[in-house]
């Protein structure tokens, strides 16, 4: 009796201690960039005497909006730098939503500086705000680096204006992709007028130094993470195309081969981002999640022919070869802070739940799946899933539509009767944003906590 | 996966950065203290009711200039606050900082203010007449008006309009910001003509600095030889020499046209 008792404990003690939550550095990060901000806006109001008339006003906002729009420019670029701790441990899906908000707002104020400098200067020469258009041409011509600087705003407004989401949306993707590409000389162009022009860097020379240090960190990063990893890792692990699997109609698992694949350091719940030396496929990437967990020879992704470049993986033919970027993605083991686990899929969703069902570690009993498909047909993988399931003892359930097309009702109520402690669970969770969302409101309303309920998503 | 309100979260951002940046300009002076003291101008006082430190050493020294600003005297009709040019222990300008505004005040203002700035620099006291009409603001306008002569003593070291005026004195101009940084321009007077004439302040920094040794010695030189503000710019260094004339046509007004 005592002896199963202390069994049961030490076997739930060595599960335990697999599991140690790794709190996201999102916290501190965004600390730091508020600190970051401060420290900024200190600089102009330490170089700044007095702000005395309307002239004054109007140049020292212009002043404030042009420096925090540079100190912004960098943190945009370095949140698509492709930095491990941003891309494992805070999470891809929420550096891309940072990086989309925070590139918005960065471009207003780029818009807002422009706007109130050149009116400011308009007014020191003793014209009005009319003669705007004439003061700007005039300080683009005259002033050091401002042609410069007059292109990349150009560029960013374009940039911006793609980025809108009608507009995104109408275009194709690889389009939308390199005219954001032109963010880098963007970045590049407007970045000396700062230094040349910028009253601040003028006077203190420390503020240059360190304007200089935090556009050489970004641009060391950048090469760093999104030019030379990746060459490194490609050239070391060599991947190819193995073969190409139809799960369901519409569904393919592609296999990938290669060398020592088990040192990339992925893990299940996380992504790369593929490119298939492909006709017609070689310019883009895009970001697929591992539907297996690694193996040495072995990896394979499972899609779902949405867009162009998913409905061309089914063509590609044995023997292509692959250049990834990764592994990405936050969504893993190491958010669990519990023994009991359940994964929730929404469709394609499935496919990081899958590896992530397999692997995780848990008694019989601890990991659940509900799988959620239009019908059942449309549940990709189940085999595997139900050996899975069976052999590691864990319960798998699916919620399909009715035969008359009805949705299934994932209430907080069905919910609590499929799983009576389900307030006592880790939620991990992948599939489309509304689907999510709807099973994100019910999970609390059911009890579980926010923090323990773990999901990916990908919508801006 | 809290719900996301981008119209909110648009109308967050749009308010908070405005109103930081209101709230950063509006706490900055109005006038640069700093830039005063830089040009060592001895009576110079923004704040109400300080002494200036070196106010009491000043006697025989070539006077300095700069402004003294009274209390702000309050009227039935609002507040009253003077300001005095001082150069060479004279008032040189008079001008009110506060003045009664709104409806009928704005108009009374108009007329009393101009005639009670002359009269103190007449009278270089604050025994002046009252403005018919305005007797309300007039008085305030003597109160602050005294309150800014006796912050002026100390340095003036006896009675205002003395004997200094035949000497050598110095005028600084007012500090113009260009799109590189202020200019301030410091002349010397000597009965009526500028002896000299120097840069207190001039752009710096990255290729300002050398825009800048480059422009003010020709300037400097350029206002001696034309004794008015009416100097050519140096090519290359159009916005400083911008400033420097609207600061030397300052000091020019001070030095008491």
Redesign the interface.
């Known amino acids: 009796m005592t002896t199963t008792l202390a069994g049961g404990r030490a076997a739930r003690r060595q599960t335990m201690r697999r599991i140690r939550p790794r709190r996201s550095p999102a916290v501190p990060l965004l600390l730091a960039v508020w600190a970051g901000a401060a420290a900024v806006?200190w600089l102009?109001?330490h170089n700044?005497?007095?702000?005395?008339?309307l002239?004054?006003?109007v140049?020292?906002?212009g002043r404030?909006?042009g420096l925090l729009a540079g100190y912004l420019m960098a943190l945009v670029v370095l949140q698509m730098a492709r930095v491990p701790a941003l891309e494992r441990r805070v999470g891809s899906d929420r550096v891309a939503r940072w990086h989309a908000?925070s590139g918005r707002?960065t471009l207003?104020?780029v818009v807002a500086h422009v706007f109130l400098i050149m009116w400011g200067?308009a007014l020191?020469?003793g014209k009005s705000l009319g003669d705007i258009v004439q003061q700007t041409v005039d300080?683009v011509e005259?002033?050091?680096d401002m042609g410069k600087a007059a292109l990349g705003t150009g560029l960013f407004v374009v940039i911006g204006l793609t980025s809108i989401g009608p507009v995104r949306r109408r275009l194709p993707y690889d389009a939308w992709y390199h005219v954001h590409l032109l963010t880098y000389a963007a970045v590049f162009l407007t970045f000396w007028h700062q230094?040349?022009?910028g009253?601040d860097?003028?006077?203190?020379?420390a503020a240059?130094t360190f304007w200089y240090g935090l556009y050489g960190a970004v641009t060391a990063l950048v090469l760093w993470y999104r030019i030379l990893t990746p060459i490194r890792l490609n050239l070391r692990h060599r991947m190819r195309v193995e073969a190409v699997i139809e799960e369901t109609p519409g569904i393919v698992s592609v296999l990938i081969g290669g060398r020592r694949l088990h040192r990339m350091g992925a893990e299940a719940g996380q992504f790369f981002r593929w490119r298939f030396l492909a006709p017609g496929m070689r310019f883009s990437s895009h970001p697929y999640s591992l539907s297996a967990a690694p193996r040495p020879d072995m990896l394979r992704i499972t899609v779902k022919a949405i867009g162009d470049h998913s409905a061309r993986l089914r063509e590609l033919a044995p023997g292509t070869k692959v250049w990834a970027e990764g592994p990405y993605g936050a969504l893993t083991a190491q958010r669990r802070s519990r023994g009991k686990v359940l994964l929730v899929a929404g469709g394609v969703g499935i496919t990081p739940m899958r590896a992530l069902f397999e692997t995780l570690p848990g008694a019989a009993g601890d990991i659940t799946l509900l799988y959620r498909a239009n019908t059942t047909q449309d549940l990709a993988l189940w085999d595997e899933l139900a050996a899975i399931a069976e052999e590691r003892g864990a319960r798998l359930m699916y919620a399909v539509n009715s035969p008359e097309g009805e949705r299934p009702d994932i209430s907080a109520e069905n919910l609590q009767r499929k799983i009576p402690d389900i307030e006592t669970h880790d939620v991990f969770m992948c599939g489309p944003p509304g689907f999510?969302?709807s099973v994100?409101e019910a999970l609390r309303e059911a009890g579980v906590p926010?923090r323990r309920?773990h999901?990916e998503?990908f919508e801006m | 996966m809290r719900k996301s309100h981008p119209v909110r979260r648009v109308v967050l951002a749009t308010a908070a950065t405005v109103s930081g940046v209101v709230l950063l300009l509006s706490l900055k002076p109005a006038s640069d203290p700093a830039a005063a003291s830089a040009a060592g101008a001895a009576p110079q006082q923004t704040a109400a009711g300080q002494e200036s430190p070196q106010g009491g050493a000043r006697g025989a020294a070539p006077a300095g200039s700069g402004t003294v600003t009274g209390d702000a005297a309050q009227t039935q009709y609002g507040a009253v606050q003077v300001r005095l040019t001082v150069s060479g222990g004279k008032i040189t300008k008079a001008e009110a900082v506060q003045a009664p505004k709104g409806g009928l005040s704005d108009q009374k203002t108009q007329l009393a203010v101009p005639k009670l700035n002359q009269e103190a620099v007449a009278a270089g006291t604050a025994d002046i007449d009252s403005v018919s009409g305005a007797t309300y603001t007039s008085e305030g306008y003597k109160k602050s008006l005294q309150s800014a002569l006796d912050r002026m003593k100390p340095a003036s070291s006896g009675t205002p309009g003395g004997g200094g005026a035949a000497q050598a004195r110095t005028v600084t101009g007012k500090t113009v910001q260009t799109q590189y940084g202020p200019v301030q321009v410091r002349i010397t007077v000597s009965s009526g003509k500028i002896t000299a004439a120097e840069a207190v302040q001039a752009p710096k920094g990255g290729l300002s600095d050398q825009k800048t040794q480059l422009a003010v010695p020709k300037l400097n030189q350029e206002a001696v030889a034309a004794g008015t503000a009416d100097i050519d710019a140096v090519s290359g260094a159009t916005y400083t020499s911008t400033g420097y004339r609207q600061s030397l046509q300052s000091a020019l007004d001070q030095a008491g046209g």
């Open positions: 806006l102009w109001w700044t005497p007095a702000v005395a008339d002239t004054g006003q140049l020292g906002a404030i909006t908000m707002y207003s104020l200067y020191q020469a300080s005259q002033l050091p230094i040349t022009t009253n860097f003028a006077v203190e020379p240059k999510a969302q994100f926010a309920i999901h998503s």
